[in-house]
Nanobody
Framework: QVQLVEAGGGLVQAGGSLRLSCAAS????????MGWFRQAPGKDREFVAA????????DYADSVKGRFTISRDNAKNTVYLQMNSLKPEDTAVYYC?????????????????WGPGTQVTVSS
């Protein structure tokens, strides 16, 4: 069992930055691939970014590439999402999630554990 808790959401103006964090407890954090997803009102949950167990591999949705950076600190059992140049269309509830496959996965159905989410609102 893995417990995840996100933090760092809030209200920011367009062009601003936020840093989300996700603290994990339970099984060995370094054995899990981590991902960030988001869900806007009336829309499906969508993949944002993911990072491999060691942190050596990352991938991003095209919509955030070049603006968001995912990272992890296995010593602190924490994964981060640095979000720069935020746009109003980035407004959503952001979730961290995890699975123990060896490769980065993009479908929400591949992830076994989820945090409760943190709201990010970008004003224009």
């Amino acid at each position: 069992q893995v417990q995840l808790v996100e933090a760092g959401g809030g209200l920011v103006q367009a062009g601003g930055s936020l840093r989300l964090s996700c603290a994990a407890s339970g099984r060995i954090f370094s054995s899990y691939t981590m991902g960030w997803f988001r869900q806007a009102p009336g829309k499906d949950r969508e993949f944002v970014a993911a990072i491999s167990r060691s942190g050596s591999s990352t991938d991003y949705a095209d919509s955030v590439k070049g603006r968001f950076t995912i990272s992890r600190d296995n010593a602190k059992n924490t994964v981060y999402l640095q979000m720069n140049s935020l746009k109003p269309e980035d407004t959503a509830v952001y979730y961290c999630a995890t699975h123990n496959y060896g490769t980065i996965r993009y479908a929400a159905s591949n992830y076994d554990y989820w945090g409760p989410g943190t709201q990010v609102t970008v004003s224009s």
